[in-house]
Structures are given as structure tokens and as C-alpha cells.
């Protein structure tokens, strides 16, 4: 079912685009509406999420540890498994985010004959998402492009690298052959792997959807489907001067990646795609574990009026040991009285 229906929803995405063009005529909806509705959820979409995880309350600290923990001298510490301090919690951020180290170590464990439990390394999809992760980079990289007069040389040599193997005209980029093979990928582990096939959800298959008609659409445009460069960025260029205009002619195939495109940056804060922000903010990462170390007090607590045991005991004490609870200290007897004469 959610196979099915992130399908219809890629697909109505770009038969909206075709037909709106096509037979509507919605050149400025689509080139120019749609774009500044979409950065607008975007930005407040990002703004609202990393503001709502900042503000979440950490009564203590929960980093996800793997390795050993800072103890005795002659224990070895797995620094970067278990840091103990900022800076290597730093290390271990920075390995995370560049490498996607825990994916790396990432196991998975096959039942065989005898009712045995066998594991082994899974490095097809550390290799699949760190592939499409970095080409995806370095595609929106690329783009930039278009938005900008003149070029940076730093997105000129960064494209003239890309397409180094020059095959006809235009030339062929890496990062388009392997950016739709790692999506490739991915789809397809998804439906191979019956756990996977069975724990997944429409908010798992439509960004991967969508991101595979992004790169075909994007592949049509350069290769197959020849779009007026100068048109596009004159388009993109009057967006970002707020001074916007489309030109005539530049072609359907265009206006449906564009869609698209603006459907993934709208859809970008309120998926699961925002891990790539939230990983930032994740007490889990973020964190040194020196609870051993340091007394760590929220930074959210505020001042209030607290209740201590003793307190509690001697205001309950005479209730509590006629209930038979004990108690640390006694009831004090009351002194006698004794009659005068």
C-alpha cells in the first residue's frame, strides 16, 4: 500500500506539472509561485523543528555509547565510542556526519541450520548511503550555479572535475551515473529485504521516489531533453532578486523537475529527511558521557520550592508509625505529668 501510493503521489506530481503547462499555460505558477511557497515552508519549517528541539528538556545526559567508558588508568577508553570530553565528542560528531561511522559498523544476523545465529559485516548500504549522500552534495553544489553572476571558481572546478570523463556532448557527470544508482539502490533494498519491505512506510518510499524522479527528470533535461540554460537561469536569477520573470521556451521537461524539486524542499522539514539537521541537536550525539565525572544539571530546571525526606518524615512521622512504616527517627515521648499533692 505505501509502495502504491508514494507512486501516485510522484506520478500526480508530474502530471500536474505537464498538464498545468501544457494545456493551462500556469508559467508563473509553476516557475514562479510554487518556488517562493516552497522556501518559505522550507525556512520556517527548519526554523520551527530545530527550535522545538531546542527547546526539549535533557534531564540527563543519554549519549549512545558503544566502547568503554573513561574509568580506571589502566582500562583502555574508547574515546571516540564513549567520548568523555568536548573534544572528543567533537571527533566523534565529525566521523558521524563526514563517514557515517556507526552505519560502518553497522551487523546483520541470519538464522542458519541448527538454530544458530550467524553475523556479518553489512557494508552495502554504508557504501549505498554514503554514495548518494556526498553526489547528492555535490549535485546541489553544482547548481549553485544558476544562482549566482558570476561563478565562483570553486563550483567551475568542482564541475569541470565532475564531468572529467568527457564522453560527447554534454558531457556526462559521475555524480548523475552513481546519485541515480545508489537511489536505485536503496529502492530496491527496500523491496528485496522482507523485514525491510515489511517495517516500511509511504514516509519512507516517497522521498526515495522522489529523489529517483528528481535525478531522471534532472538526466532528461541535460541529456536527452535540451533545455535553454541561459533561459533557466534568467529564470533563477529573477527569483533571487525578487524581480522574478520566465522566459518563453524553456520546456515542460524543466518545469516538472523544477516541480519536483520544490516538492522535496517543501516536504524536506517535516520528514525524515530532517535528520540531516537533527543529527546536530540529537542528545545521543551531542553529549560527552561524563556522568561518572561531573554532577550535570539541566540548564531548563528552574528554581522551585523542593520537599526533602526529612521534611516529609516529620511532617508524617506520627501517621506513618501507626501504619507500621518505618521510620529513621522515633516518635519523642511526651514527657509525664505528675499530679500535685
Same mark, same amino acid.
Given at each position: 500500500?505505501?509502495?502504491?501510493?508514494?507512486?501516485?503521489?510522484?506520478?500526480?506530481?508530474?502530471?500536474?506539472?505537464?498538464?498545468?503547462?501544457?494545456? &493551462?499555460? +500556469?508559467?508563473?505558477?509553476?516557475?514562479?509561485? /510554487?518556488?517562493? @511557497?516552497?522556501? $518559505?515552508? =522550507?525556512?520556517?519549517?527548519? *526554523?520551527?523543528?530545530?527550535?522545538?528541539?531546542?527547546?526539549?528538556?535533557?534531564?540527563?545526559?543519554?549519549?549512545?555509547?558503544?566502547?568503554?567508558?573513561?574509568?580506571?588508568?589502566?582500562?583502555?577508553?574508547?574515546?571516540?565510542?564513549?567520548?568523555?570530553?568536548?573534544?572528543?565528542?567533537?571527533?566523534?560528531?565529525?566521523?558521524?556526519?563526514?563517514?557515517?561511522?556507526?552505519?560502518?559498523?553497522?551487523?546483520?544476523?541470519?538464522?542458519?541450520?541448527?538454530?544458530?545465529?550467524?553475523?556479518?559485516?553489512?557494508?552495502?548500504?554504508?557504501? &549505498?548511503? +554514503?554514495?548518494?549522500?556526498?553526489?547528492?552534495? /555535490?549535485?546541489? @553544489?553544482?547548481? $549553485?550555479? =544558476?544562482?549566482?553572476?558570476? *561563478?565562483?571558481?570553486?563550483?567551475?572546478?568542482?564541475?569541470?572535475?565532475?564531468?572529467?570523463?568527457?564522453?560527447?556532448?554534454?558531457?556526462?557527470?559521475?555524480?548523475?551515473?552513481?546519485?541515480?544508482?545508489?537511489?536505485?539502490?536503496?529502492?530496491?533494498?527496500?523491496?528485496?529485504?522482507?523485514?525491510?519491505?515489511?517495517?516500511?512506510?509511504?514516509?519512507?518510499?516517497?522521498?526515495?521516489?522522489?529523489?529517483?524522479?528528481?535525478?531522471?527528470?534532472?538526466?532528461?533535461?541535460?541529456?536527452?531533453?535540451?533545455?535553454?540554460?541561459?533561459?533557466?537561469?534568467?529564470?533563477?536569477?529573477?527569483?533571487?532578486?525578487?524581480?522574478?520573470?520566465?522566459?518563453?521556451?524553456?520546456?515542460?521537461?524543466?518545469?516538472?523537475?523544477?516541480?519536483?524539486?520544490?516538492?522535496?524542499?517543501?516536504?524536506?522539514?517535516?520528514?525524515?529527511?530532517?535528520?540531516?539537521?537533527?543529527?546536530?541537536?540529537?542528545?545521543?550525539?551531542?553529549?560527552?558521557?561524563?556522568?561518572?565525572?561531573?554532577?550535570?544539571?539541566?540548564?531548563?530546571?528552574?528554581?522551585?520550592?523542593?520537599?526533602?525526606?526529612?521534611?516529609?518524615?516529620?511532617?508524617?512521622?506520627?501517621?506513618?508509625?501507626?501504619?507500621?512504616?518505618?521510620?529513621?527517627?522515633?516518635?519523642?515521648?511526651?514527657?509525664?505529668?505528675?499530679?500535685?499533692?
Amino acid at each position: 500500500m505505501g509502495i502504491k501510493f508514494s507512486l501516485a503521489a510522484v506520478f500526480g506530481l508530474v502530471l500536474a506539472a505537464y498538464f498545468g503547462i501544457t494545456a &493551462g499555460g +500556469l508559467y508563473h505558477f509553476f516557475g514562479v509561485s /510554487v518556488p517562493y @511557497i516552497a522556501f $518559505l515552508l =522550507f525556512l520556517c519549517g527548519v *526554523v520551527f523543528r530545530v527550535l522545538k528541539w531546542a527547546r526539549s528538556p535533557v534531564p540527563f545526559r543519554i549519549p549512545t555509547t558503544a566502547g568503554q567508558q573513561k574509568s580506571l588508568p589502566w582500562i583502555e577508553h574508547a574515546k571516540f565510542d564513549n567520548p568523555s570530553t568536548k573534544q572528543q565528542t567533537v571527533v566523534r560528531m565529525a566521523l558521524e556526519v563526514l563517514l557515517f561511522r556507526s552505519l560502518f559498523r553497522n551487523t546483520q544476523f541470519e538464522a542458519s541450520e541448527g538454530h544458530k545465529l550467524g553475523y556479518q559485516q553489512e557494508k552495502w548500504l554504508w557504501l &549505498g548511503s +554514503l554514495a548518494f549522500h556526498y553526489c547528492f552534495l /555535490v549535485i546541489l @553544489i553544482r547548481h $549553485l550555479r =544558476f544562482f549566482m553572476e558570476p *561563478v565562483p571558481f570553486f563550483i567551475q572546478g568542482l564541475e569541470r572535475l565532475d564531468g572529467i570523463m568527457q564522453v560527447g556532448l554534454p558531457g556526462i557527470y559521475l555524480t548523475d551515473i552513481v546519485f541515480m544508482l545508489a537511489v536505485t539502490f536503496l529502492i530496491v533494498r527496500r523491496f528485496v529485504i522482507p523485514h525491510m519491505r515489511y517495517i516500511s512506510l509511504p514516509q519512507d518510499y516517497f522521498p526515495l521516489f522522489l529523489l529517483f524522479a528528481i535525478g531522471a527528470t534532472g538526466v532528461l533535461t541535460r541529456y536527452i531533453f535540451k533545455v535553454d540554460l541561459i533561459k533557466v537561469k534568467t529564470l533563477t536569477m529573477g527569483l533571487i532578486s525578487f524581480h522574478p520573470v520566465v522566459p518563453a521556451g524553456i520546456g515542460v521537461i524543466f518545469f516538472i523537475h523544477f516541480l519536483l524539486v520544490c516538492t522535496l524542499f517543501a516536504y524536506f522539514p517535516f520528514s525524515k529527511l530532517m535528520h540531516a539537521g537533527g543529527i546536530f541537536l540529537s542528545p545521543t550525539r551531542n553529549v560527552p558521557n561524563d556522568n561518572r565525572i561531573r554532577r550535570y544539571v539541566n540548564p531548563w530546571n528552574y528554581p522551585v520550592k523542593v520537599h526533602t525526606y526529612a521534611e516529609y518524615e516529620d511532617h508524617f512521622r506520627e501517621k506513618m508509625v501507626e501504619a507500621g512504616l518505618p521510620v529513621e527517627k522515633e516518635l519523642e515521648e511526651a514527657p509525664s505529668v505528675t499530679a500535685e499533692p
